[in-house]
């Protein structure tokens, strides 16, 4: 059975990026019927913070992406790492290096000076037995390294194809640091290995830490799980997304009034050939195959994101939208109606100052200074709405027509600022009955005061 993970290091807030991976490894599992497993790598007690394993788990919850084992948080599985370093110890594959911060930084200056990545000369791999010995009784620090095996390493990408590496891409890596933590690519390898997970699935910048992942499961007669490495999200300007391009993370996207459902969309379909853009969630899991996500970095473009935001806005139940908006039912009808004119739940909320709020628009004010004889409607509207009883807006129409000469057009627009305080939204006419006359009064009021018309 397929098995699956996402693995997130709790050091900062969900970025669309890290969604974006969680989703793609949760449409696999549930295309495949497999399982999901959600694991928090918090190994780098100075990175991670519980604050932002919550807000992760949060986020997720949000946005529907859900797990069938976990969360297992990997600094509860010191004692487990520690194990299967001793065991590889044991074998000879892992050896103690005793090299001290300093030595460490000279090699690596003179790889640097050489024009070579840095890497670790070996140094302690051949040490003799009565160093060691020696080095032990001193009670001297230590690390654990990797005797990697020097041989080209290649892999089958379900994304990207056949991928190789030169026999010295890999240098004898540290598996266990000083403080007895695992480095990220051993943890990562045991927990792959001992939960059985077959696929991983992740981000291409991962793609280099593969080939040590490798020697180590074959270091533990382990077959590896199969690689899919996906693209990356970048912004317009194709550099790696980032706070320059504005919001990145979840957490900001629902702060602007983001549906959760077009976030999972627009993230399931990036990097994906598809026919129809627009899939709920169901679609998006039929459709779903590794082969299906490009290799190629992808764009991930807020406008776009927007525009699917506007089409969940009018798809989703009116229930739904009541709820993000923290709104009873009382509200329905209203909702209904703006929803045809929002963007985001941010925005309705904005146009919700139509029914209590007394600002005009600047495009509104404008407006009226360049319509001559505005003002003569004034009169009559104030009469009207001063009357007892309910007024219907083709009341106030046929109240206030005869008595000026604006054009139909502008008579309408100038009836839409004085009543809603802006020159776009709803039509009137619905809208109408749900704006509270003293409401409108007082807009009239502040408008009159504007132009010196008191
Ligand atoms: N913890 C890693 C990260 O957040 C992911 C590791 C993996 O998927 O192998 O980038």
């Given at each position: 059975m397929v098995k699956v993970r996402f693995a997130p290091s709790p050091?900062?807030?969900?970025?669309v990026g890290n969604t974006r991976t969680a989703l793609i490894n949760a449409l696999f599992a549930q295309n495949q019927k497999g399982r999901f497993v959600l694991r928090i790598e918090d190994t780098d007690v100075e990175r991670s913070d519980v604050a932002f394993e919550v807000s992760i788990i949060e986020n997720l919850k949000w946005l529907g992406i859900?797990?069938?084992?976990?969360?297992?948080?990997q600094s509860q599985r010191l004692d487990i790492y520690r194990a299967y370093t001793k065991a590889l110890l044991d074998k000879g594959v892992a050896y103690k290096c005793y090299c001290s911060k300093d030595v460490l930084e000279k090699m690596r200056e003179a790889s640097l000076k050489r024009g070579?990545?840095?890497?670790?000369?070996?140094?302690?791999?051949?040490?003799?037995k009565d160093v060691v010995e020696k080095f032990e009784k001193e009670g001297k620090p230590y690390v654990v390294r990797f005797k990697s095996s020097h041989t080209p390493i290649g892999f089958k990408d379900e994304i990207r194809g056949e991928i190789n590496f030169p026999r010295?891409?890999?240098?004898?890596?540290?598996?266990?640091?000083?403080?007895?933590t695992p480095s990220y690519n051993f943890a990562v390898t045991i927990d792959d290995m001992l939960m059985g997970i077959t696929h991983v699935i992740r981000?291409?910048?991962?793609i280099s830490n593969t080939p040590k992942q490798i020697m180590l499961f074959r270091a533990f007669d382990a077959e590896h799980p199969v690689y899919a490495h996906h693209s990356l999200l970048t912004g317009n300007d194709r550099k790696?997304?980032?706070k320059r391009h504005g919001a990145t993370s979840v957490r900001e996207f629902r702060d602007m009034g983001i549906l959760k459902q077009a976030l999972v969309n627009y993230l399931g379909i990036i990097g994906r050939n598809v026919k129809?853009?627009?899939?709920?969630e169901e679609e998006l899991v039929r459709t779903?195959?590794?082969?299906?996500?490009?290799?190629s970095d992808s764009i991930f473009d807020v406008g776009k994101l927007l525009w699917f935001n506007k089409e969940y806005m009018r798809k989703i139940p009116v229930d739904n939208l009541l709820l993000g908006l923290g709104l009873?039912?009382?509200?329905k009808d209203r909702v209904l109606l703006l929803r045809e004119n929002a963007k985001t739940l941010k925005e309705m909320k904005e146009l919700f100052d139509i029914f209590d709020g007394t600002d005009i628009e600047d495009g509104g004010v404008n407006y009226l200074s360049q319509?001559?004889?505005?003002?003569?409607i004034v009169a009559p509207l104030k009469v009207i709405l001063a009357s007892n009883g309910d007024i219907l807006f083709d009341d106030i129409l046929q109240g206030v027509e005869g008595n000026t000469n604006l054009k139909k057009k502008e008579l309408l627009m100038v009836l839409r600022i004085l009543c809603?305080?802006?020159?776009?939204?709803?039509?009137l006419k619905e809208i109408?009955?749900?704006?509270?006359k003293d409401i409108i009064m007082k807009r009239i009021e502040c408008l009159q005061q504007r132009f010196s018309l008191l």
């Open positions: 050091t900062g807030y969900l970025h859900v797990w069938d084992e976990g969360p297992y948080r070579e990545p840095p890497k670790y000369n070996g140094t302690c791999r051949g040490l003799s010295d891409h890999v240098d004898d890596f540290i598996i266990l640091k000083q403080e007895l981000g291409a910048d991962h790696p997304l980032s129809n853009e627009l899939m709920e779903f195959y590794l082969g299906s996500l490009s290799s009873s039912i009382d509200y319509v001559e004889g505005w003002d003569s809603t305080g802006r020159k776009s939204g709803p039509p109408f009955q749900f704006i509270p």
